[in-house]
């Protein structure tokens, strides 16, 4: 899924609203079961 959103804010807010608003997504879509994908961090052994 891809989801795209126009915020607009004050400069120098962008990221902090940036963060605020995938914060409350991510613990929204975690409320309601919605399964995230996460990165899979591998050391490759020789």
């Given at each position: ?17 940036q ?28």
């Amino acid at each position: 899924m891809e989801l795209s959103i126009l915020v607009l804010t004050r400069a120098g807010r962008q990221w902090a609203v940036q963060r605020e608003l995938l914060g409350r997504l991510v613990r929204r879509l975690e409320q309601e079961g919605v399964a995230l994908a996460s990165a899979q961090l591998s050391s490759a052994v020789p």
